[in-house]
């Protein structure tokens, strides 16, 4: 059972929602964790956590933080504050699910928590970059959960989408996924390396959330990070090893007007420097985050 000590500090006997909270960020700030799995900052994730314990909905926040949970319920809210602070692992392996493009979407520790900027060009439909009803086939380049594949299914209703990862385990967890959103007639889920499954086809969109970790930061990650599979995160001593395993296969599995898209984290000076003669388009979010460059077909045929 995790130690409460952290937790029940000053905490009063009855607290309401809103205390519940708070003390689980204090204590969260005190612990050092680290965020970036969904929220970036103490008090979202306690607020997570404390709505995922109480099984209350984030619509109605403000009627809910002046509630005060009977005894049972508060002592479920700390064992979970405790176990996020004693473990390190992020709130959305401890809830068993995360949000991805209004979407929420089942997680475990076979795949990466979903928290990719793909989710506001999903919303978008891709604009202006692609003509939505133009769009009829879709693949999906280390799926993971299958959070980019399903939500792409959803912006484009009349598509076909492919959805590759090499782990047998991130594509059970996908296809739990894939069912749970209904749109397992569309979605086609393979196992593989890059571009092996779909040998000869083309594709007007092909996304990419890849590995992208060089070896030198995988050493300098936060425990959180740890809880994730090594294997969706690190490549190779640059971290451009399957970035350049997609580069390269691109421009066969594009269609005429297709376009590819890569996020690359904090890559985008490596890629640059490491093709200088491909006329990145590195896009911008409303909402924060980065690292995601656009080619288009012809991009490749300069």
């Avoid at 076979?110 to 989710?119: G, L, M, N, T």
């Avoid at 070896?215 to 599979?229: G, I, K, N, S, W």
Wanted: aromatic share 8%; hydrophobic share 45%.
């Amino acid at each position: 059972m995790p130690s409460l000590r952290p937790i029940t500090r000053d905490l009063p006997s009855s607290p309401t929602v809103a205390e519940l909270i708070r003390h689980g960020a204090t204590a969260f700030d005190r612990a050092g964790l680290a965020y970036g799995h969904g929220t970036g900052n103490a008090v979202d994730e306690a607020a997570a956590l404390v709505f995922h314990a109480l099984d209350l909905d984030h619509q109605d926040a403000e009627s809910a933080y002046g509630r005060h949970p009977d005894p049972a319920d508060v002592t479920r809210v700390l064992d979970l504050l405790a176990e996020r602070i004693e473990r390190r692992v992020p709130a959305a392996y401890l809830m068993g699910r995360m949000w991805f493009a209004g979407l929420e979407f089942e997680v475990d520790e076979r795949v990466i928590v979903p928290r990719s900027p793909f989710a506001e060009l999903a919303v978008a439909r891709f604009e202006p970059w692609l003509e939505p009803g133009r769009v009829g086939r879709v693949l999906d380049i280390g799926t993971g959960s299958g959070c980019i594949a399903v939500a792409c299914a959803f912006a484009f209703p009349q598509a076909r989408v492919d959805a590759i990862d090499i782990s047998a385990d991130a594509l059970a967890v996908a296809a739990r996924n894939v069912a749970k959103h209904g749109v397992g007639d569309r979605v086609r889920l393979l196992q593989g390396d890059c571009f092996d499954p779909v040998a000869g086809e083309r594709y007007d969109l092909i996304v990419a959330n890849p590995p992208y970790v060089s070896d030198e930061e995988m050493a300098a990650l936060p425990l959180e990070y740890l809880h994730e599979p090594e294997l969706a995160l690190r490549a190779g001593s640059d971290g451009l090893a399957v970035v350049r395993r997609i580069i390269a296969g691109a421009q066969a599995h594009l269609a005429q007007d297709g376009v590819l898209i890569v996020e690359v984290g904090d890559s985008e000076a490596r890629v640059n420097e490491a093709f200088p003669r491909l006329p990145f388009v590195w896009l911008e979010f409303e909402q924060g985050g980065g690292g995601v460059f656009l080619l288009r077909r012809r991009d490749f045929l300069n």
